[in-house]
Each structure stands twice: as C-alpha cells, then as structure tokens.
C-alpha cells in the first residue's frame, strides 16, 4: 500500500518532534515515522544514571519548557522521556511507530520512502534518525583480540553490569578502562568510580567547567558562534569529506560539565584521567611506554555517527559519508533536509535546546518549496 504526505518525517526523537512542532505551525501535512515502539527516542536507551548538563528550563523543545523534575537540578533521561512523551501528545503530532524506514528514493516529482509496514510517497523529507543508533569504535591496534568485555557508550546502564569480572579488588567489582574525554565518559567513569577499579582514559588532559557553570555555556557560545560557523561551513565541509574531526561549535569547546556526580567523583580523587593506551592485547592494555595493565572490560565512550543509511539510495554522501547541507538542506537534493546530527546541520541541533531554530528553519524552507509547487 502507498500512502502520500507532503512531508515525510524519519525519526520520532527530539530532533523529529522539533520538525512536526513547526511543519505543524505552518499547516502543512506530515507524519512522523519512528523505528521505536515507544515515545522518548534514545533517551529510553541510556545508561541508568544520566542527567542532562543543563537545568531543565534550558533542556526544551520550541514550544513548551521542559518541567523541572523534584530533586533534580539537572533532570535524568526518564524525566527527559517522559517530557518528550508528552510533548508529542501535547501537540497532536502525527508519529507512526515502530515503522522502520529502509530507504529513500527519487520517484519523479517525489521522494519514495519505503519503510518496513509499507510506501510513502511525499514532496519532501526531513531525515531526523540522529546518531545513537550508530556508534563509532575507534581502529585502537588489538581490539579484536581483546578477551575481556568490551562495549559501547550505547551498551552501558549501570555498576551492576559489572559485578564478578576478574578477581574482585578490595572493595570492588573489576578493573574497567573507560575510554573517552567528553561528557559521557566523565560521567560513565564517575558512575563506575565507586564499584570498580577504574582507569580513565582520554587523548588529552580533560577539561572541566567551572563548577558553577553549566551547559547553557555550551549553547550560548555555539549560538554565539553562528555567524561564524556560517561564514566557515565550506572549511568545515571539506574537513568532514575528507574525513578530518568536525572541530566546530560546540565540539570545539572540549569542556566536561560538573554535573554532581562527575564533581564528587572528581572531588573525591576518584576521577583522575591517564593517557590513551596504544594498543590492546589479549589481557589487558599497552602503554606508550611498553608497560601493561589487566583489564577486565573496556567502554568506549568515542562518540557517534550520523545515522543515514536509509538515505543510501539517493547517492548524496561524499566521501567518508558526510551530505553536503546548506543550512538544513541537502545541496544535491533540495527536497531533503538533515536535522539534529550536529553542528553541520545547525548549531547545537544535536541538543535538546538547539535543535528548534534549525527545525524551524528546514519547515520554513520547505513550505516555500511547496508553494512554489516542489
């Protein structure tokens, strides 16, 4: 069965819900489709005691402030999953689930979008599908002969998880390396800290935010940068083509949040970082210096991304997978937009806050495509 809409949305998370706030605004019709049996994107999939880095008042969708959560300065994925819940409810939005998208294709005046429970035909896409669902693993020599566990940030959920590896140390579980300098690895490493033998690892010295700054400094100084993110995108393009880290907006900060508990782990001595080990072998870890340390699991919290396989069809991807974009919109493919996978598809719109003002974008400048008959 085909079925049509003028806007197709893929992915039913932040980013997507951003989207059918405004496309909704506008008037113009749309349905969401989301790969998830249930409300909340990613966040359903987090380790068990995330929080956001900011408060929850800077943590919205356009629209409607998130609510604070009691007790929480800083709100946990289930507060975030049960606001974007809500959210869709609130604003009627048109979300079909799970109906998972297998590609997208030119068919003449449209774009065919063919899914797992059927077609859809429409006048443009929104491909909104984020990063989680795609994990990057860095090419770390010894990996694969590495014995003892080894998961992705996507993998994580709590201490427990660890319970019974190795020879339990006094008062802990297992020697754990938690791999990454960002966000989730202090805050993985700071979960772990109490219950394991910890060693975090980072490609530089990490850096911490004051303690009473939060991620609203992160936003405000990408949003302070749009200008010039504007006026560098060509040099930032090429660099993604080419493979070359996307240094930009808010990436570039490099900053750790203090959330509370990152600050006591921290505080306490039980947060200091090494530097990265150069290879794996079949027990452990290799130091620069030749010396080895046993480990019984490893995490790697070394980022995402873009997930656009279903966009395959299309042929838009340069090299090492990056679309050019301008703004929202593919250059090739005027009728789609990318929303929410990071700084090249708009400040901040991998984040909850940041994603509006692109979303509202891309709405904009679909409904003139579709006035002047696209």
């Not at 113009?28 to 049996?37: K, M, N, Y």
């Not at 990613?42 to 919205?60: D, I, K, Q, V």
């Not at 033998?197 to 992160?218: K, N």
Request: with cysteine; hydrophobic share 40%.
């Amino acid at each position: 069965m085909t079925r049509h809409a003028d806007v197709v949305v893929v992915g039913g998370g932040q980013a997507g819900l951003a989207a059918g706030y405004h496309l909704r605004r506008l008037g113009l019709d749309f349905v969401i489709l989301d790969a998830q049996a249930e409300a909340g994107g990613a966040w359903r999939h987090t380790w068990e005691s995330l929080h956001l880095f900011s408060p929850a008042a800077y943590s919205s969708l356009p629209g409607w402030p998130m609510p604070p959560q009691a007790g929480e300065a800083y709100p946990d994925a289930r507060h975030v999953v049960g606001y974007l819940t809500e959210y869709e409810r609130r604003y009627g939005l048109a979300v079909h689930r799970p109906v998972r998208v297998l590609g997208v294709h030119r068919d003449g005046a449209r774009l065919r979008v063919e899914t797992d429970s059927g077609t859809w035909r429409a006048r443009a896409v929104v491909s909104a599908t984020g990063t989680w669902w795609r994990p990057f693993l860095p090419a770390v020599p010894g990996r694969s002969a590495f014995r003892g566990r080894q998961l992705h940030t996507v993998g994580y959920r709590s201490p427990r998880d660890f319970a019974g590896l190795g020879v339990p140390p006094a008062g802990g579980w297992g020697s754990v390396f938690v791999v990454g300098g960002g966000n989730s690895g202090a805050q993985i490493a700071a979960d772990l800290a109490h219950d394991t033998e910890l060693t975090w690892v980072t490609q530089r010295p990490p850096r911490f935010l004051a303690d009473d700054i939060d991620g609203r400094a992160l936003f405000d100084a990408a949003t302070a940068r749009r200008r010039a993110l504007f006026d560098a995108a060509t040099a930032r393009r090429r660099a993604l083509d080419e493979g070359r880290t996307d240094t930009g907006g808010v990436a570039s900060l490099g900053d750790i949040v203090a959330v509370p508990p990152v600050r006591e782990a921290r505080d306490a001595g039980l947060l200091t970082a090494s530097p990265m080990f150069v290879r794996l072998d079949r027990d452990g870890v290799v130091r620069a210096d030749g010396t080895r340390a046993p480990a019984d699991a490893v995490i790697w919290c070394t980022g995402f991304r873009p997930a656009l396989s279903h966009l395959a069809p299309l042929g838009l991807r340069g090299r090492r997978g990056h679309i050019p974009t301008t703004g929202t919109r593919a250059v090739d493919e005027p009728r789609l937009h990318l929303l929410g996978y990071g700084d090249w598809t708009g400040p901040a719109s991998a984040t909850l806050i940041g994603v509006g003002r692109p979303a509202r974008d891309a709405a904009r400048d679909i409904a003139v495509l579709l006035e002047d008959g696209g």
